[in-house]
């Protein structure tokens, strides 16, 4: 009697895990959490959720959602109990569903098609009749004919009065809905060995700052294993416009002491290194920043210099000529007043970055002028040199996400393996098919039956195709 009840409870669980209704429940669930953890930012910081909530619910009420949705784990829902625990309920349940299932279809797969008696093709659910003109060998080699063409393997079984052929294709395409649901378990696994073993973090790297940590989002320093390096930053704009172009991040690698790898990163080409990887994310202003102005000077002559070290006030000379030069000024962001001709500074983001510069030669000043970074004609001289402002560095940062996803390639495993399984059950069907040939009165009667678990009008599209062959057509 215990036995009984024991195998009872067993039985109920089992078909409680094996449920399609389970199934439903859970990726519905998972779904719409996932929506509530695209809107809520995770890991932030307290008061950007909080607007986020009072847009959607309102002031005076956000503040209270917003404590009761920390304590449910919204706001790092993708560590939390609850949805790693809904995760782990779901592949239970793909698990046992396929292990429920599995061994009729394996069954199916590897049951040999036998013959079929003449009253039994009144069951087939795809059935075509034909009778053609002579004897049960000519026709049965016409027909051989044609199913080889369609590309059929068959077994040819003979009986006293009348011969049948059989075959099928596909059979394995019923593993496709299997394959599938590991690829949904390989991708699973994958996520959550990147969320349970991997971190997403921050870094603002002002230009010649080497950090060897990164930052959660709640500002705790995350190791990194090596030092990273910001060589230099720098910002492509539109032509004759202050929109961002493109964001440029000169990083190297260093480890004990030694650059091991370096590589300029833009937006969608990021750096990676011992399986963490650096995204170009955002920039700004390092606040005080002493900087130094790097200009490339070029005499008429053709003779270069490149000056990578001087500040506001320091002078230098003009290569093979007696006339130097001095920085008496610097904008960030240079625009000339329409009404007045007055030059004038519109932001302190390093937009449009110019210094005023006055010409000497033989101490005697010449002239004094602006020029521009973005606009390289302001660099030439009345006389033929050229002053060119190539930087102004170290007064800049480079914003990095930082990640590390150990699991990445288990859902990239996962993404290519679902793909194929897609593949395969929505577009590969098990076709069963049986000819048989029976001679009458000198004529033979030739009976198409098949069946096929889907997409079945295709496959008596094809059935139709073979008969209009037989019947001397063209396929």
């Given at each position: 009697?215990?036995?009984?009840?024991?195998?009872?409870?067993?039985?109920?669980?089992?078909?409680?895990?094996?449920?399609?209704?389970l199934?439903?429940?859970?990726?519905?669930?998972?779904?719409?959490?996932?929506?509530?953890?695209?809107?809520?930012?995770?890991?932030?910081?307290?008061?950007?959720?909080?607007?986020?909530?009072?847009?959607?619910?309102?002031?005076?009420?956000?503040?209270?959602?917003?404590?009761?949705?920390?304590?449910?784990?919204?706001?790092?829902?993708?560590?939390?109990?609850?949805?790693?625990?809904?995760?782990?309920?779901?592949?239970?349940?793909?698990?046992?569903?396929?292990?429920?299932?599995?061994?009729?279809i394996?069954?199916?797969?590897?049951?040999?098609?036998?013959?079929?008696?003449?009253?039994?093709?009144?069951?087939?659910?795809?059935?075509?009749?034909?009778?053609?003109?002579?004897?049960?060998?000519?026709?049965?080699?016409?027909?051989?004919?044609?199913?080889?063409?369609?590309?059929?393997?068959?077994?040819?079984?003979?009986?006293?009065?009348?011969?049948?052929?059989?075959?099928?294709?596909?059979?394995?395409?019923?593993?496709?809905?299997?394959?599938?649901?590991?690829?949904?378990?390989?991708?699973?696994?994958?996520?959550?060995?990147?969320?349970?073993?991997?971190?997403?973090?921050?870094?603002?790297?002002?230009?010649?700052?080497?950090?060897t940590?990164?930052?959660?989002?709640?500002?705790?320093?995350?190791?990194?294993?090596?030092?990273?390096?910001?060589n230099?930053?720098?910002?492509?704009?539109?032509?004759?416009?202050?929109?961002?172009?493109?964001?440029?991040?000169?990083?190297?690698?260093?480890?004990?002491g030694k650059?091991?790898e370096?590589?300029?990163?833009?937006?969608?080409?990021?750096?990676?290194?011992?399986?963490?990887?650096?995204?170009?994310?955002?920039?700004?202003?390092?606040?005080?920043?002493?900087?130094?102005?790097?200009?490339?000077?070029?005499?008429?002559?053709?003779?270069?210099?490149?000056?990578?070290?001087?500040?506001?006030?320091?002078?230098?000379?003009?290569?093979?000529?007696?006339?130097?030069?001095?920085?008496?000024?610097?904008?960030?962001?240079l625009?000339?007043?329409?009404?007045?001709?007055?030059?004038?500074t519109?932001?302190?983001?390093?937009?449009?970055?110019?210094?005023?510069?006055?010409?000497?030669?033989?101490?005697?000043?010449?002239?004094?002028?602006?020029?521009?970074?973005?606009?390289p004609?302001?660099?030439?001289?009345?006389?033929?040199?050229?002053?060119?402002?190539?930087?102004?560095?170290?007064?800049?940062?480079?914003?990095?996400?930082?990640?590390?996803?150990?699991?990445?390639?288990?859902?990239?495993?996962?993404?290519?393996?679902?793909?194929?399984?897609?593949?395969?059950?929505?577009?590969?069907?098990?076709?069963?098919?049986?000819?048989?040939?029976?001679?009458?009165?000198?004529?033979?009667?030739?009976?198409?039956?098949?069946?096929?678990?889907?997409n079945?009008?295709?496959?008596?599209?094809?059935?139709?195709?073979?008969?209009?062959?037989?019947e001397?057509?063209?396929?």
């Amino acid at each position: 009697m215990t036995k009984k009840e024991d195998t009872g409870f067993i039985d109920r669980v089992w078909n409680f895990f094996a449920s399609v209704k389970l199934a439903i429940v859970l990726l519905i669930t998972i779904s719409l959490t996932s929506i509530i953890g695209t809107v809520i930012e995770q890991q932030a910081a307290p008061e950007e959720n909080i607007k986020v909530i009072s847009r959607l619910f309102g002031e005076s009420i956000a503040p209270t959602l917003y404590n009761i949705f920390l304590k449910m784990g919204f706001m790092d829902m993708y560590h939390s109990w609850w949805f790693v625990a809904l995760l782990l309920l779901f592949c239970c349940n793909l698990i046992i569903c396929s292990f429920d299932r599995l061994p009729r279809i394996l069954k199916i797969i590897r049951e040999p098609m036998v013959p079929i008696k003449d009253e039994s093709f009144k069951g087939v659910a795809i059935k075509r009749e034909l009778r053609l003109k002579g004897n049960l060998i000519k026709v049965s080699n016409e027909t051989a004919h044609v199913l080889k063409s369609f590309r059929y393997n068959f077994a040819e079984i003979k009986e006293e009065k009348n011969i049948q052929f059989l075959t099928q294709k596909g059979r394995y395409s019923r593993l496709g809905v299997y394959i599938t649901h590991f690829s949904i378990l390989l991708i699973l696994t994958g996520a959550l060995i990147g969320g349970l073993f991997g971190f997403k973090g921050f870094l603002n790297l002002p230009e010649g700052e080497t950090s060897t940590v990164a930052y959660s989002r709640n500002g705790n320093p995350i190791p990194l294993g090596f030092a990273i390096r910001c060589n230099s930053f720098d910002v492509e704009y539109y032509k004759n416009m202050d929109m961002p172009k493109a964001y440029k991040s000169d990083l190297s690698i260093i480890v004990d002491g030694k650059e091991v790898e370096r590589k300029t990163i833009v937006v969608n080409d990021p750096l990676t290194y011992n399986g963490i990887t650096f995204y170009q994310s955002s920039y700004g202003m390092v606040p005080g920043a002493d900087g130094k102005f790097i200009l490339k000077v070029v005499s008429k002559n053709g003779i270069e210099k490149v000056y990578d070290n001087l500040k506001l006030g320091d002078s230098f000379d003009i290569p093979g000529t007696s006339m130097s030069a001095k920085i008496l000024d610097f904008s960030p962001a240079l625009a000339i007043n329409d009404k007045t001709g007055k030059p004038y500074t519109y932001s302190d983001e390093l937009v449009n970055p110019a210094i005023y510069i006055g010409v000497y030669d033989k101490g005697a000043e010449k002239y004094r002028g602006w020029i521009l970074k973005r606009y390289p004609e302001t660099s030439n001289l009345p006389e033929g040199h050229k002053i060119e402002f190539v930087d102004y560095w170290g007064v800049k940062y480079t914003g990095l996400q930082v990640r590390n996803d150990p699991g990445v390639w288990v859902v990239y495993i996962g993404c290519i393996t679902i793909t194929l399984g897609l593949i395969i059950a929505f577009f590969i069907n098990h076709k069963r098919l049986w000819v048989r040939l029976s001679e009458e009165g000198g004529s033979t009667r030739v009976i198409f039956g098949g069946s096929a678990n889907k997409n079945k009008l295709a496959f008596e599209r094809e059935i139709e195709r073979m008969v209009r062959v037989l019947e001397g057509g063209r396929k």
